[in-house]
């Protein structure tokens, strides 16, 4: 049995978006900026998905800006607000320490530039409080920047809270939504979000196109320079067929969220209770406020690279973290975030579930998962050293999930 299981990585694209997009590979293939009927044709098709994206989103379409991904969507608005807040003397910026490289890594190379850069503490269950958000704000933040759901653990953070006290006191709130936005149901309006990130391939949309929401009045930076392609804020012709894919993934997947999530939560919770029965193991992230395709383990005594192999081997493809950082022997740093010791953090195991799945699927993730672990463990010398003794366990040894 082969058994796909790491949809929070990328996902396929559906037989829906592919023939959607088909059209406009051989036919209305013309470049939007052009002035000729089969560019003029591609630029009604540009504006009409930029419309229909905008509606799903609770937006107007001038504030839909189409990108190459949640990177840059990510990079563009945190830039953005940063410069805004220079302006104005404020360069105090706000985040989380489990946040997508995407955005710790822009800030990053912001605070090498003299901006003051505060990165929130994570509750063990994987979730920011917006009052910490309240008690960080001050007279000089430019910009609040924090994920709606995570990509590691799935939690999912209380977004319209967030959003509430960043309205009230004048700050730019920034959301990379690439994780929620097929989860959860999204009004930029009504949550107060400034800018939103998302990208194209985590919902069954191709690879390449993303978008950033940016509210109206916001003024942004550019990070790619050259035509006057969206608006003059993002150079480079439009990438029609993937924006036509990316527009048609949005509306299904939206559409479907609550009966998705219901299947999903089943699936989820019949594979935490089976996980959770592995000896000296324990869910990471708070059991009810995640994402339900999300389920992430760590396991006492394992390597999280060997147990994806072994995986692997079984049929079942899952990852050990984001699939950004799993060429890394670093533990993630999401895990470290939440309280996770260096040694339980390398044997971490994501598992993300498509709308798909079976729950034959997941018994056989289950059976797997147990085998690998217990196999591994048998020649593990720091598994010896916590079965002697002579380490103290950081888990007990059955978790009641």
């Known amino acids: 049995m082969f058994v796909y299981a790491d949809n929070a990585a990328t996902t396929a694209v559906s037989p829906k978006v592919v023939e959607a997009m088909l059209p406009y590979f051989t036919e209305v293939y013309g470049n939007p900026s052009s002035l000729y009927s089969v560019g003029q044709k591609a630029k009604e098709v540009l504006e009409e998905s930029r419309e229909r994206v905008a509606k799903v989103l609770g937006a107007s379409p001038r504030e839909i800006y189409f990108t190459s991904g949640g990177s840059e969507a990510d990079n563009q608005a945190i830039i953005s607000a940063a410069r805004i807040g220079e302006k104005k003397g404020k360069k105090h910026i706000i985040s989380t320490k489990f946040e997508h490289h995407a955005v710790l890594h822009t800030l990053q190379a912001l605070e090498k530039e003299g901006f003051e850069i505060e990165l929130l503490d994570v509750h063990s269950n994987g979730v920011v409080s917006a009052q910490q958000v309240a008690d960080a704000i001050r007279e000089d933040t430019a910009l609040v920047t924090i994920m709606y759901a995570n990509n590691e653990i799935g939690t999912i953070q209380p977004i319209a809270e967030i959003g509430a006290v960043c309205k009230e006191r004048g700050v730019l709130f920034h959301t990379d939504a690439v994780q929620a936005v097929s989860h959860v149901h999204i009004d930029v309006k009504e949550q107060n979000i400034d800018m939103l990130s998302i990208s194209a391939h985590k919902f069954h949309g191709p690879k390449g196109v993303g978008v950033l929401y940016a509210r109206g009045g916001i003024v942004l930076t550019n990070v790619i320079n050259g035509g006057a392609q969206e608006r003059g804020k993002r150079a480079g012709t439009e990438n029609l067929a993937g924006i036509v894919g990316l527009t048609v993934a949005l509306e299904d997947v939206v559409a479907h969220i609550d009966e998705t ?62 699939a950004c950082t799993s060429g890394s022997l670093d533990p993630s740093h999401v895990l470290l975030a939440i309280g996770r010791p260096h040694e339980v953090a390398h044997g971490s195991l994501r598992v993300s579930l498509g709308e798909d799945a079976t729950e034959e699927q997941v018994d056989y993730i289950i059976k797997s998962v147990s085998e690998v672990v217990e196999y591994l463990r048998g020649f593990s010398p720091f598994w010896g050293d916590l079965v002697s003794g002579k380490r103290p366990h950081v888990f007990a040894e059955h978790t009641v999930a």
Do not use: M, W
């Open 261 to 322: 999530n219901e299947k999903l939560e089943k699936l989820q919770d019949r594979l935490i209770e089976g996980l959770s029965k592995i000896p000296y193991s324990e869910l990471n992230g708070d059991r009810n406020l995640r994402v339900k395709s999300n389920v992430n383990f760590c396991f006492e005594g394992i390597e999280g690279e060997s147990l994806l192999l072994l995986l692997d081997d079984k049929g079942v493809a899952v990852s050990s973290g984001s």
